[in-house]
Nanobody
Framework: QVQVEESGGGLVQAGESLRLSCTGS????????MGWFRQAPGKQREGVSC????????YYRDSVKGRFTISRDSAKNTVYLQMDSLKPEDTAVYYC????????????????WGQGTQVTVSS
């Protein structure tokens, strides 16, 4: 079981940016492919972006391509999600978790979830 702590969420206006952080608690994340997921009110939890163990391969869902960037810093045991040009439809609770690979960037594969961090984008 991998414990993580998400942070960096907040309230911003459309067009602004946020940077989310996912830090491992008591366990290194470098041996895992990692993913960011989100859940908006009334919707299913969905995969947003995933990154492989080395940081060389990434995945983005179509709706965030060109706006979001996933990265990782092994020295800080942290995975980041840089979110630019935010839209109201990005409003959701964002979670991070280990994934099988970037080819399986799906919430269905995740067994354990943290508390997440709220992102709210106003128009």
């Amino acid at each position: 079981q991998v414990q993580v702590e998400e942070s960096g969420g907040g309230l911003v206006q459309a067009g602004e940016s946020l940077r989310l952080s996912c830090t491992g608690s008591g366990q290194t994340l470098e041996t895992y492919a990692m993913g960011w997921f989100r859940q908006a009110p009334g919707k299913q939890r969905e995969g947003v972006s995933c990154i492989d163990r080395s940081g060389d391969k990434t995945y983005y869902r179509d709706s965030v391509k060109g706006r979001f960037t996933i990265s990782r810093d092994s020295a800080k045991n942290t995975v980041y999600l840089q979110m630019d040009s935010l839209k109201p439809e990005d409003t959701a609770v964002y979670y991070c978790a280990p994934v099988q690979s970037t080819d399986h960037c799906s919430a269905a594969w995740v067994l354990y979830w943290g508390q997440g961090t709220q992102v709210t984008v106003s128009s």
